[in-house]
């Protein structure tokens, strides 16, 4: 069992981030409070959202302010302080057991495992992103005969060192594609057009979906679980394509495999990722980024996923990217809510104070600890 943490619930993240190593200018930090990469209009700023309130309230204690303060006060003080120390102060605050991180993303920018876990004080390991590893192996010069076997190959052996792996099938097309494992010449002809396209200087971005789908397939087999991003997300993703029942008939297809399916953040399809779960014996979900962007309204988010989702099937995600605000808020918050939802649960005579206590520890990180074998690593 992991440590009490000073009597705060204990949490494993299941699917964070790191933090930037560079200083953040006003426009840096603002710029990672929003999903959207276009500036905002005149006399708009980032700090005036749920999230951004969140943050003057829950963050300025950590960093020396009172609660509320002002934008500019907390911008000002994080100056002050310099990056290395935000992000010292707000990780360790966030008293989080134990960070399992997806690298696959603007990596050369955020801190690796290794340095979240020196910044905060406790272990990181590492989950790998399916389309990086197609993108290395296209790099690497095989051929498209070859192709299918060295995605293969080289999946297998990412999962002697990884936790687990993560797709961004949503941000390529979608979830709502062909669950069939494509067979080998299907994987041939695709990976001879996308070849073609890398010699020819096109793009490294994997978007074929026989690809995607190989790679998916390839990671179901080899055992470690599989993280779907679903739901809210950045513009390069359609949120209509990413709604977690799409994704029924591949759950269907792959249950047999007993690989554990993670479905990642979902809102404002939370209640579709429950049904997903409850339906299916391999799938789990998480209400990931929602929490942290919905800010005074988190309780409610997850209360609703609550309804449907077995409490064996739920876990504790921050999604936290880039500023360690967010890795703060993602605990605190969700300690917080957990508390006032099933908290509202015992009070009206519903559930049973041991029974809340059980699901609480449940979902903050015993589920991580069982479905991603922590103890065995």
């Not at 951004?52 to 020396?64: K, T």
């Not at 967010?326 to 041991?354: K, N």
């Amino acid at each position: 069992m992991p440590a009490d943490s000073g009597h705060a619930l204990c949490l494993i993240d299941h699917h964070v981030h790191g933090v930037m190593s560079a200083e953040l200018d006003e426009g840096g930090v603002e710029a990672l409070l929003t999903e959207s990469p276009a500036h905002p209009p005149a006399g708009v700023r980032a700090f005036d959202s749920q999230l951004g309130f969140a943050v003057r309230r829950w963050c300025s204690p950590v960093l020396g302010l009172e609660p509320h303060a002002t934008a500019d006060d907390y911008l000002r003080r994080r100056r002050e302080l310099g990056s290395a120390e935000v992000n010292r102060r707000l990780l360790t605050a966030a008293r989080v057991h134990e960070w399992l991180v997806d690298t696959g993303f603007q990596s050369d920018a955020v801190s690796t495992p290794a340095e979240l876990a020196g910044l905060s004080g406790t272990p990181a390991r590492e989950v790998v992103r399916l389309e990086s590893i197609a993108a290395q192996v296209g790099a690497a010069g095989g051929s498209a005969a070859s192709f299918g076997d060295d995605f293969t190959t080289a999946i297998q052996q990412a999962a002697a060192g990884a936790v687990g792996f993560k797709s961004i099938a949503a941000y390529r097309g979608g979830l709502a594609f062909d669950p069939a494992r494509p067979g080998p010449a299907e994987v041939a002809a695709a990976a001879g057009a996308w070849l073609r396209s890398l010699a020819g200087d096109g793009p490294a971005r994997v978007e074929d979906q026989v690809l995607i789908r190989h790679g998916l397939w390839s990671a179901l087999d080899a055992g470690r679980p599989l993280q779907l991003h679903t739901g809210y997300g950045d513009p390069d993703s359609r949120l209509h394509w990413s709604d977690p029942a799409h994704l029924h008939d591949f759950l269907l297809a792959s249950q047999h495999t007993g690989t554990p399916v993670m479905l990642l953040h979902c809102y404002p399809y939370h209640r579709q990722a429950g049904a997903m779960a409850a339906l299916f014996p391999h799938v789990y979900m998480d209400v990931g980024e929602a929490l942290n962007h919905v800010g005074a309204q988190s309780a409610v988010v997850l209360a609703e996923a609550l309804e449907l989702t077995p409490f064996g099937k739920m876990l504790y995600s921050s999604d936290a990217f880039g500023l360690p605000e967010l890795h703060y808020l993602g605990a605190v918050g969700f300690r917080r809510d957990i508390e006032r939802v099933t908290g509202r649960f015992v009070a009206d005579g519903d559930w049973s104070p041991a029974d809340a206590q059980r699901v609480r520890e449940m979902i903050g990180w015993q589920n991580a600890m069982r479905v991603y074998q922590l103890s065995d690593q």
